[in-house]
């Protein structure tokens, strides 16, 4: 059973727009919600990661939202940039299960030109 | 600071042969690490968490006697494919946590992955 569920599967936006990527939980038990971003042939990379104590953290050009009674959390890439294409995973980890990171099934990214 | 290196970055092997993956934290000490699979364009799949000193814990499905872990210092872990057969093929990615509390309890650093394939 998928414990992080991730959409869109793919998403395709032009330079300067704003992909939006979501997530869902159902276990209440999650308390670390990171993003990783991954190149291909690469290890995953944290771009940012957010606790349920807050409802939005912003890194840079990256934010997350959190919504705690949805159980559901987004990712904004603000100006995305061609760079930025890559795959994008999220995941929710709990202190009490041993800290395993549950990962979203990813959300192929490509920012046109 | 929190960097995670793997050797080989890219290993090519016969079938039948057996295959070891090393997974180092460069700047920390990593009492947990965690070996994972990825297929390609799929997520990342847990296989294993490793403590320091301690036998693995493999995750339901995962064979211990195939996927050999072995995690004897604070900055090293390695998986051994035993008898790598072409279904063995596929991205091996480790990661560490720093318990060191320079950073959050539950934040994992990944490696750069290891790209098995198995003639």
């Known amino acids: 059973q998928q414990q992080v569920k991730q959409s869109p599967q793919s998403l395709i936006v032009q330079k300067g727009g704003i992909p939006i990527i979501n997530c869902a939980y159902e276990?209440?038990?999650?308390?670390?919600f990171p993003w990783y971003q991954q190149f291909p042939g690469k290890g995953p990379a944290l771009l940012i990661a957010?606790?349920?104590?807050?409802s939005e953290k912003k890194e840079g050009r990256f934010t997350i939202s959190f919504n705690k009674s949805a159980k559901q959390f987004s990712l904004h890439i603000m100006d995305s940039q061609p760079g930025d294409s890559a795959t994008y995973f999220c995941?929710?980890?709990?202190?009490?299960?041993?800290?395993?990171?549950?990962f979203g099934t990813g959300t192929r990214l490509t920012v046109i030109p | 600071g929190a960097v995670v290196s793997q050797h080989p970055s890219r290993v090519i092997c016969k079938s039948g042969t057996s295959v070891k993956i090393e997974c180092r934290s460069l700047?920390?000490?990593?009492?947990?690490m965690f070996w994972y699979r990825q297929f390609p364009k799929k997520s990342l799949m847990l296989m294993a968490t490793?403590?320091?000193?301690?036998?693995?814990?493999?995750e339901q499905g995962v064979e211990k006697d195939k996927f050999l872990i072995n995690h004897a210092s604070l900055t090293l872990s390695t998986l051994t494919v035993t008898s790598a057969h072409p279904e063995d093929s596929s991205f091996y990615i480790c990661?560490?946590?720093?318990?060191?509390?320079?950073?959050?309890?539950?934040?994992?650093?990944f490696g750069p992955g290891t790209r098995l394939t198995v003639l």
């Open positions: 990661s560490a946590r720093d318990h060191s509390g320079r950073s959050s309890y539950n934040e994992q650093f």
């Open positions: 276990n209440t038990a999650f308390d670390y």
């Open positions: 957010i606790r349920p104590d807050v």
């Open positions: 995941a929710a980890s709990s202190r009490g299960g041993a800290n395993n990171l549950f």
């Open positions: 700047d920390f000490q990593a009492t947990t």
């Open positions: 490793s403590n320091e000193g301690s036998k693995a814990t493999y």
